[in-house]
């Protein structure tokens, strides 16, 4: 008996050096990922009928499924409106005040009771940012809007991205601005991923105090595209007396129209890169889709068996910093 229990112990004892000496299982967090998409026909038009089974998503080009789907008509919206007060923008600053205040009272008027806006004013500071649906309140802010020196263009966009991040449901940043940037802490990309983080969309306004390409803010107005089409949105180049109040229109109803995917990464091999690339279909070739391009999640790093790999987006930043 002593020598059966000798030998009994002696295998417990040798299972676990093997199961000490066995490298530790790799965890992998993996979150639903949400992207917001609006699909067009070959006429510009706005499709809003399409089923779940019409889309396809794509994960760093391995297909994935998609677990959740809604049409937008009815979802809760959360706008960031950003009003660029820069003495550039000054001569048009009452035709934006006008057209947005329409676009507002449209906005509150019409949708899901629980819409909310956030009015951004920046110049050299950024002020405003605090979330509502009091139309009369919005619009006596609006009024008040005054122009000043400096842009911070880049500032406003990560200021406004990390308020929306926190924030459920959908999410819209419209920018009204000529797409100058002279005094913002922050670089374009930096913006760009604050803004992909909060899954915002983004809609920019260029209103053109300067027509003549001469003396246009090209640079400007490459960024702000870039922005736009980096998260499945759209930019505009109106007529600020004449056309600025359609444009204003396009995006309500666009925003009226769109379309939620949500899915679990999986099969994604990690890699070096935290950014994910994202592209979304419709199996009607005839249909454009317009989403943003990506999403970012945990890199790998060091490459040792006890990596924590993560595909979640990230939810980190800096410390804000924002005259109220």
């Not at 093997?18 to 992207?35: F, G, K, M, S």
């Not at 983080?197 to 209103?207: E, N, Q």
């Not at 930019?235 to 600025?244: A, C, G, I, M, R």
């Amino acid at each position: 008996m002593f020598q059966w229990r000798g030998k009994a112990l002696s295998l417990v004892v040798t299972a676990l050096v093997l199961c000490a000496q066995e490298p530790p299982t790799i965890r992998v967090d993996v979150n639903l990922v949400h992207v917001i998409a609006t699909v067009k026909n070959q006429s510009g038009q706005l499709v809003g009928t399409l089923r779940q089974e019409d889309f396809e998503v794509r994960d760093n080009g391995v297909p994935q499924e998609i677990k959740l789907f809604a049409r937008q008509t009815d979802q809760p919206l959360s706008v960031a409106l950003l009003v660029d007060t820069s003495g550039s923008t000054a001569k048009d600053l009452k035709y934006e005040i006008d057209s947005a205040a329409k676009f507002l009272k449209a906005l509150l008027a019409e949708g899901n009771p629980e819409d909310q806006v956030a009015l951004y004013e920046f110049s050299y500071d950024i002020k405003g940012g605090t979330y509502g649906r009091n139309y009369a309140g919005l619009e006596r802010q609006l009024r008040l809007l005054h122009g000043e020196a400096g842009t911070s263009l880049y500032d406003a966009v990560f200021y406004a991205g990390r308020d929306l991040e926190a924030r459920q449901g959908r999410k819209a940043m419209i920018i009204v601005t000529d797409g100058g940037d002279t005094t913002s802490t922050r670089d374009l990309k930096t913006a760009l991923r604050q803004a992909q983080m909060a899954d915002a969309v983004i809609y920019s306004i260029v209103v053109l105090p300067i027509t003549n390409d001469a003396g246009r803010n090209i640079g400007g107005e490459h960024a702000l595209e870039f922005m736009a089409q980096g998260t499945g949105g759209r930019t505009f180049y109106p007529e600020v007396s004449t056309q600025l109040d359609r444009t204003f229109n396009d995006i309500l109803t666009e925003l009226r129209t769109q379309y939620l995917l949500g899915f679990y990464p999986r099969g994604v091999a990690p890699t070096q890169d935290p950014f994910h690339r994202l592209d979304v279909a419709v199996k009607t070739p005839e249909l454009r889709v317009s989403s943003r391009n990506g999403y970012y999640g945990d890199s790998v790093g060091g490459g040792s068996s006890d990596t924590r790999i993560s595909v979640s987006p990230e939810r980190t930043a800096p410390a804000k910093k924002k005259k109220l």
